[in-house]
């Protein structure tokens, strides 16, 4: 860096501050626009898109359906965030931080919202009884883990992800400062499964969460970072990531709600049915003439 930077006595936003997603920035909440959300035949409705909190959501849900809970049947509808899909009126009502995943739970007297990735996932898992131990210490484990990734993943994503990948510019001073906390957290993941299969006992929501975000960034999805990363050197993270990858539920949920890569046939873009992965990912779809 090779200019001084002095910040001014206030702060003003400038609408053109650069990098992938200057274009839906900004310093204030609420709706750009009205349009209601669409709802589907199940009681869970989820509005999201496929990044990694978004994943998180969708691998848990079709876990469940593997796991015979039939219950958990839901609609997955598409939240384009590039285009300030998030922003509508029926999204902030649902969100009113306006960021996916973003679920509806119809099924009781009255329609119950739930936003936050975190916050899903603990939903989820008390309502269907699943992938959250029982025993009071493991269950307390668990806990501590799906907390360590929803605090600790903003520094892999907003920090070293948008310096490393989306900013306008490359600057060493954040790169450094943010690959230092990646690896830092990396190695904390590697210590603990080096003495652990999973973060808590059994696979949970502890793992589906941290999964989502370091699981696909040693495995090479995430700011095509792994090699500057050195992500093979976390040999018990890799372990575990090739074994939660290796899931088919890990798969399906993957691909609800993908808009983007080049292998359409991990795009499902819209999931109202288990039939759809086999019969609307984009590979399948016609393309519009």
């Known amino acids: 860096m090779t200019d001084t930077y002095t910040p001014p006595k206030v702060w003003t936003w400038e609408a053109e501050n650069g990098g992938q997603f200057a274009n839906i920035n900004r310093p204030i909440a609420g709706k750009t626009h009205d349009k209601a959300l669409e709802i589907g035949k199940h009681p869970l409705q989820l509005y999201s898109l496929a990044t990694p909190n978004g994943v998180k959501v969708t691998i848990l849900l079709e876990e469940l359906l593997a796991a015979g809970h039939t219950g958990a049947e839901y609609d997955a509808w598409l939240v384009n965030i590039g285009e300030g899909n998030q922003f509508s009126s029926g999204f902030v009502e649902v969100n009113p931080n306006s960021k996916i995943p973003a679920l509806m739970d119809h099924s009781g007297d ?30 307390t484990e668990m806990m501590s883990w799906l907390f360590w990734q929803m605090g600790s993943a903003p520094y892999l994503g907003g920090g070293f992800g948008h310096f490393y990948a989306y900013a306008p510019e490359k600057f060493e001073y954040p790169i450094d400062r943010f690959s230092m906390e990646a690896k830092r957290q990396l190695d904390v993941m590697d210590q603990h499964l080096a003495e652990h299969d999973y973060f808590a006992g059994s696979y949970s929501i502890a793992d589906m969460a941290i999964w989502s975000w370091y699981g696909q960034l040693v495995l090479g999805r995430l700011y095509g970072a792994a090699e500057f990363l050195d992500v093979a050197s976390y040999k018990n993270v890799m372990r575990w990531a090739e074994a939660i990858d290796a899931r088919p539920a890990v798969t399906r949920g993957r691909m609800v709600n993908r808009a983007f890569g080049d292998d359409l046939s991990m795009q499902l873009h819209e999931r109202h049915d288990a039939s759809d992965f086999e019969t609307k990912t984009q590979d399948k779809i016609a393309p519009e003439i």
């Open 110 to 139: 009255a329609p119950q919202r739930v936003f936050e990735s975190g916050s899903i996932l603990l939903y989820l898992a008390e309502k269907f009884g699943a992938f959250m131990p029982t025993d009071a210490a493991q269950k």
